[in-house]
């Protein structure tokens, strides 16, 4: 497999893990000290800010 196949499979699989919303799995895509728009939020905060923009408002 070349490298930018393999980049591809992980980048599939990592949206794959968000579409499923299989939360547990999020570590092995995202960094512990991942940041988002430059804000430190850590895997814990990328978990909470990825399952509150999937609630569903009526």
Same mark, same amino acid.
């Given at each position: 497999?070349?490298? $930018?196949?393999? %980049?591809? !499979? %992980? +980048?599939?699989? +990592? %949206? &794959?893990? =968000?579409?499923?919303? &299989?939360?547990?799995? =999020?570590?092995?895509?995202?960094?512990?000290?991942?940041?988002?728009?430059?804000?430190? =939020?850590?895997? !814990?905060?990328?978990? !909470?800010? =990825? $399952?509150? &923009?999937?609630?569903?408002? +009526?």
């Amino acid at each position: 497999m070349t490298h $930018e196949a393999n %980049i591809e !499979a %992980i +980048y599939h699989d +990592y %949206i &794959d893990c =968000l579409n499923r919303r &299989d939360w547990d799995r =999020l570590g092995q895509f995202v960094h512990e000290k991942v940041q988002h728009n430059g804000r430190p =939020l850590g895997l !814990a905060g990328y978990r !909470a800010m =990825l $399952e509150k &923009d999937c609630e569903y408002t +009526y």
